[in-house]
């Protein structure tokens, strides 16, 4: 009897800290439920197959990139050899991702030709006007002035003849981005190659510049790459050489070195990035360096966004599903089974809470295939307490006392439940070892819903069974059993 009051405080124990984690650790809710965007990346190989290994490295970079965007509940999977699906669950606007997301981010350090000055102020100057263009047709794009943007589109044919270009897109604001990575590429090309790249590179932040709104990078070199800074620093101290930082071969800062650091260039490994950005810009910026450069080039095949309120509609129809569906099988098994099919509802409520609760620890996002799940182990956990039951109504007709019958029907059903819920958990582990992402969501949580239902239908049915019959009144055999069974 002491040990039986022991299972039920233990139970009463596991429903409060159930219910705490439920209300300080919510649930985490997938692509499907909270609404979001879904990017399929494809890796781009000029020759031969893309290897395990490239996806793999891939792979990681993206997952450093991603955490660094601060999307909380994202989701990166493989699929086939060369493709990855990321889930940005709560981010409606894919581009901000795609921009941070699709670029290779190799960054470099190059000093610039001798010679080349006169045609790298020429090429600044067109940058220069490029940005103007470029801030002031966004400003415009609010009231869309036709004669401005006619305006904006002359000055731009102007830059284009001065820089023998030829514009491969139609649309106005595609023309002036095209234009400035055009002359960030040609600068590029003025500067030569040193041994500083990303690779050195061990942290990235960004501030606000004192002097104006704009926003700088700031670098952290590995004592390797801070001793190469500070002797590519020294080698152009001084003199009319610049150095350019360049990612993805676009040159996007020029920098001279004072002639201060002409004896020992610029030391303790630190540097910083000054090109006019905006907050956004500077910390997209931070967010490639800090995940470092992808071993491929990738493109972002196809994007879809899921609303916020079709998340919160399929929301409550999972809702609708399970609790209807719970409140049927209530009814059913009260109809049926009597007490113990009011045993059995309390055992169903001790183990959404139970389920949910793991959930949230553990933590699961969940998604509409993974409520399905969730659905199903229900009905698996309801399954086992009709197994025992019909056990313990046997040996109630049998003339077995009702204590001698409820110990015996739970022991003789006993194997069959644990033989039917392990090879289900085989299934799930197997699901969920090969299965693709909404298949692993399915496997994980109706795995989990298995392991629970084995606990709540062998020990929670038992002890609350044993609990109620400690009352008189509820020891009667005709709340157990129907009339025409004692014939």
Known sequence: MKRRQ???????????????????????????????SQLTLQLIKEEGKVSKDELESVKAVLDKRVNNLGVSESNLQTLGRDQLILELPGEQNPLVASRVLGKTALLEFRIQKIGTTKELKRLQLQRFKINDLIEEYSLLEQNKIIDDFNNINSLLNDIQLTLNYSFKSQDLFSKLIETKLFINNEIANLFIKTELSGKDLI??????????????????????????????????????????????????????????????????????????????????????????????????????????????????????????????????MILNYRILGFVSVISLILYGFFNLALYSLIPVTLTLPGISGLILSIGMAVDANILIFERIREELKTGNTLIR???????????????????????????????????????????????????????????????????????????????????
């Open 405 to 487: 019958s409820i110990d015996s029907g739970f022991q003789r059903a006993n194997s069959s439940i644990i033989d039917g819920h392990i090879t289900t958990f085989v299934s799930c582990f197997v699901l969920f070892l090969l299965g693709t992402n909404f298949v692993k969501g399915f496997a994980a949580t109706l795995g989990i819903g298995v392991a629970i239902s084995l606990f709540t239908s062998l020990n929670c049915s038992k002890t609350i069974l044993k609990f109620l019959t400690t009352y008189p009144f509820l020891r009667e055999r005709n709340l157990y059993l129907k009339k025409e069974s004692f014939l």
């Open 203 to 332: 942290n990235a932040g960004r501030r606000q510049e004192q002097t104006n709104n704009n926003w700088e990078v700031l670098l952290t070199f590995s004592n390797d790459g801070g001793e190469k800074f500070a002797d590519i620093t020294k080698s152009i101290a001084g003199s009319e050489q610049l150095l350019a930082i360049i990612l993805d071969g676009e040159s996007i800062s020029e920098a001279s070195v004072g002639g201060q650091f002409s004896n020992t260039g610029i030391t303790g490994g630190l540097a910083t990035i000054s090109g006019n950005f905006s907050a956004e810009e500077a910390r997209e910026l931070e967010v490639q360096l800090k995940g470092g450069s992808l071993p491929l080039p990738i493109e972002i095949v196809e994007t879809n966004t899921i609303g916020a309120l079709l998340g919160s509609k399929n929301i409550i129809k999972s809702l609708y599903a399970a609790i209807s569906g719970l409140i049927v099988v209530g009814i059913f």
């Open 6 to 36: 022991g299972w039920l405080f233990f139970i009463i124990f596991l429903l409060t800290l159930a219910i705490y984690l439920l209300i300080n650790y919510p649930l985490q809710l997938g692509l499907d439920l909270k609404g979001g």
